[in-house]
């Protein structure tokens, strides 16, 4: 069973545009939903993450989007650069389980020059 | 600081073959986690550990088994190694009730022939 959903599945950008992933989860429990950028050849790191008490969250041009009502969020990149080629993971957990990630399937993102 | 570091990095098994990866972190995290990646499917959880000591199994434990005697060390063993355990394996540790954030390892790539 997938808890949580991940589109698309790979996207082609071209630099300076907007990448938009989107995720939707099950869990009314999850309390906690992080997305994860991962570099081929290495581990999965934070990139950012949101709690649903607010609707948005912006780090540089990293955005979250978060919809309680819909249980969907999503990841937008703006003026997406080359260097931003990765695959990018959503996830979510819930309080006192651990931290116990469920993690989407993954979106392979490539920025075009 | 070295983080989160795994060992080995690359291993061939031959079916029924035994091995064990081993985990080692120092930022003294109490939760640590395996998880395996598999294309298309994300990452999953195999087993995690809450504490020195403790163990538990996460969403696909089966064909595996962990050891936590050491707050810093976490290790997966595979007892009779299956073609379908061919994967990437990935080691993570996180804060004891943070925010959820975990850190993960540079990854194991598992084949089994």
């Known amino acids: 069973q997938q808890q949580v959903k991940q589109s698309p599945q790979s996207l082609i950008v071209q630099k300076g545009g907007i990448s938009i992933i989107n995720c939707a989860y099950e869990n009314t429990a999850f309390d906690y939903f992080p997305w994860y950028q991962q570099f081929p050849g290495k581990g999965p790191a934070l990139l950012i993450a949101i709690r649903p008490d607010v609707s948005e969250k912006k780090e540089g041009r990293f955005t979250i989007s978060f919809n309680k009502s819909a249980k969907q969020f999503s990841l937008h990149i703006m003026d997406s650069q080359p260097g931003d080629s990765a695959t990018y993971f959503c996830a979510a957990s819930s309080s006192g389980t651990a931290s116990k990630l469920t993690f989407g399937t993954g979106t392979r993102l490539q920025v075009t020059l | 600081n070295a983080g989160v570091t795994q060992t080995p990095k690359f291993r061939v098994l031959k079916t029924g073959q035994s091995m064990t990866l081993l985990c080692a972190q120092d930022m003294n995290h109490e939760y640590m986690y395996w998880y395996r990646q598999d294309p298309g499917m994300g990452l999953r959880l195999i087993h995690y550990?809450?504490?020195?000591?403790?163990?538990a199994k996460g969403e696909v434990p089966d064909g595996y088994n962990v050891s936590r005697l050491k707050k810093q060390n976490f290790l997966l063993g595979l007892e009779s190694a299956a073609p379908s355990q061919t994967s990437v394996y990935f080691c993570?540790?996180?804060?004891?009730?943070?925010?959820?954030?975990?850190?993960f390892g540079p990854g194991t790539r598992l084949t089994v022939l």
């Open positions: 993570a540790s996180s804060y004891l009730r943070g925010a959820g954030e975990q850190f």
């Open positions: 550990s809450v504490g020195e000591g403790t163990t």
